[in-house]
């Protein structure tokens, strides 16, 4: 059986111990191991991310700034080879793989830019003869706790901008496709950066709480589920750190009697089942204002999913492929069985579907008249289940929005102006679509939910990634010889 090791200044590591399974979840087999660390195995990533700083963080912009560069020019080059690596861990279909590659380049070049994005302010003369400038300085050791969902772009989203900075890196992407980020370790590598600036080691809560509790990680950036992303806020900062820790999302798709409904069926159609729904950015509630726009939409919706082609993420006809992990799979599919149960109707149901396959397959589901308070609504499911819940008004929608526990992201589908103007005014979620159901923030900005869908100040990748992963010095100076010098007890003015 193949052995996934870490990858621990510039070398393959670890005498795995402990192995977790990883299966192919369109066959259903157990396709290889991964080693999950010992407390001791990720105290020696750490150690190596610490012997690497001093030189990585004296390395001249320019020279960083080309690590990034020729890193864009590799993952385009390779994106065929490392989304066939996603494909077969993750299951989604290529083409989405290479999506999820190409949205991680956008934080690759944002990172080449760094010479401008870690640039400080200088203010002349604030008394005679002083001036006063601001540094940015890397934290330190950063730790990257990522979930299985981006194998790749999440990972990007916060080593980019981390290295960039002048930190160096310890990964610990998901156990349960943990090969796409020991290829990125590689590929950064080949790109020039130094061994031991981005390490990688696999493993599970072992692993992330030497990581947690290890005085030599100054900040934490974590993906992941809610339940996980606020333990991990909280030991992390118990501990000192720095910490971001995004969670998980229901996100709202708010389609108004004006919206174009054609193409609101096919919005929701393709952000909901898309990836299986397994995205924090997935539309998992329509939010129908009105009974006719609900009808019809259901309708349209659900005339589309018919012809939905479900099958391997290696085959080029596919359009959906399987799930993770069986476990989740049959989770997901209690969901539907479950909304039924509580009143629902279900209108499509994708756990009727037969696959001729061991695979993790679902059939995508949509299911009218759910209301908060049933657990297909109050749940992050993470899987093709589309909830609809209709509601009379624009107001009733925001209402509904905005007590939800998730904030990630949310959208409206309008022809009115003053509407969609209105609805970024009121709606309280970190990232918003007007016609666009999954508003994914471009590299050059920054990605975060409000509420239980992130916990921390910073955002993540873009601006606030700047901010996040490097300290702020300012230095205040006088030069002999130019200005008088006396004796002054009182307290420093500038006046
Ligand atoms: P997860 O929370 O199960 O795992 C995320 C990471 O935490 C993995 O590396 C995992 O090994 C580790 N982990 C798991 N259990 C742990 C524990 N008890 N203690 C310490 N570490 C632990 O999430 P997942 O299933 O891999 O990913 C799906 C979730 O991630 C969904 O909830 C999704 O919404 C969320 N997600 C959020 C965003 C976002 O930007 N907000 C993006 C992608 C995914």
């Known amino acids: 059986m193949p052995l996934i090791r870490h990858h621990i200044a510039g070398h393959e590591a670890g005498a795995?111990?402990?192995?977790?399974?990883?299966?192919?979840?369109?066959?259903?087999?157990?396709?290889?191991?991964?080693?999950?660390?010992?407390?001791?195995?990720?105290?020696?990533?750490?150690?190596?991310?610490?012997?690497?700083?001093?030189?990585?963080?004296?390395?001249?912009?320019?020279r960083r700034a080309d690590v990034f560069f020729r890193l864009r020019h590799l993952l385009a080059e390779r994106r065929d080879e490392l989304a066939a690596i996603v494909t077969s861990e993750h299951g989604k279909v290529l083409s989405d793989a290479a999506g999820e590659i190409s949205r991680g380049i956008e934080n690759v070049e944002f990172a080449a830019g760094l010479v401008h994005l870690l640039k400080g302010e200088h203010s002349e003369q604030v008394s005679r003869g002083v001036d006063v400038h601001s540094l940015r300085q890397p934290v330190g050791v950063v730790g990257a706790i990522t979930p299985f969902n981006f194998p790749v772009m999440v990972p990007l989203w916060m080593t980019a901008s981390a290295i960039a900075c002048g930190n160096t890196v310890v990964l610990k992407p998901s156990e349960k496709d943990p090969s796409a980020a020991v290829t990125l370790a590689r590929l950064y590598e080949e790109a020039g950066l130094p061994a031991g600036v981005l390490n990688v080691v696999h493993g599970d809560k072992v692993a992330v709480d030497a990581i947690l509790d290890s005085p030599d990680v100054r900040a934490v950036s974590f993906v992941g589920s809610t339940p996980i992303a606020r333990s991990i806020y909280q030991r992390a900062s118990a501990n000192g750190k720095r910490v971001q820790a995004l969670g998980g999302a229901k996100n709202h798709m708010v389609v108004m009697p004006d919206a174009d409904l054609d193409g609101a069926a096919n919005a929701a159609v393709s952000a909901a089942y898309g990836s299986a729904g397994e995205r924090c950015m997935a539309v998992s509630v329509l939010v129908a204002v009105g009974d006719e726009t609900a009808d019809a939409l259901i309708a349209k919706v659900a005339e589309r999913v018919e012809?939905?082609?479900?099958?391997?993420?290696?085959?080029?006809?596919?359009?959906?492929?399987?799930?993770?992990?069986?476990?989740?799979?049959?989770?997901?599919?209690?969901?539907?069985?479950?909304?039924?149960?509580?009143?629902?109707?279900?209108?499509?149901?994708?756990?009727?579907?037969?696959?001729?396959?061991?695979?993790?397959?679902?059939?995508?589901s949509l299911v009218d008249g759910v209301r908060p308070g049933m657990k297909v609504y109050d749940d992050e499911i993470f899987g093709p289940v589309l909830a609809?819940?209709?509601?009379?008004?624009?107001?009733?929608?925001?209402?509904?929005?905005?007590?939800?526990?998730?904030?990630?992201?949310?959208?409206?589908?309008?022809?009115?102006?003053g509407t969609a103007r209105q609805f970024e005014f009121d709606i309280e979620v970190g990232m918003v679509g007007v016609n666009v159901p999954i508003p994914v923030p471009v590299g050059a900005y920054s990605f975060g939910g409000w509420r239980d869908s992130l916990f921390g100040d910073s955002h993540i990748y873009g601006p606030e990634s700047i901010h996040f992963y490097t300290r702020t010095k300012v230095v205040t100076s006088r030069w002999p010889g130019h200005t008088p010098s006396q004796i002054d007890l009182g307290f420093p003015s500038n006046h």
């Open 16 to 62: 795995a111990e402990r192995t977790g399974a990883v299966y192919d979840p369109a066959t259903g087999e157990h396709r290889s191991d991964v080693a999950l660390a010992t407390t001791a195995e990720v105290d020696e990533a750490i150690a190596a991310a610490k012997a690497a700083l001093p030189a990585w963080r004296a390395t001249g912009l320019i």
């Open 307 to 364: 012809g939905l082609r479900i099958g391997p993420g290696t085959d080029p006809e596919s359009e959906m492929g399987p799930l993770i992990t069986r476990e989740h799979r049959d989770k997901v599919a209690s969901y539907v069985a479950g909304a039924a149960a509580e009143g629902a109707t279900v209108v499509v149901d994708g756990t009727a579907k037969a696959f001729d396959s061991d695979g993790f397959f679902l059939g995508v």
């Open 388 to 417: 609809v819940v209709r509601v009379s008004s624009y107001a009733e929608a925001v209402e509904l929005v905005n007590a939800n526990r998730y904030a990630n992201g949310t959208a409206i589908f309008t022809r009115d102006g």
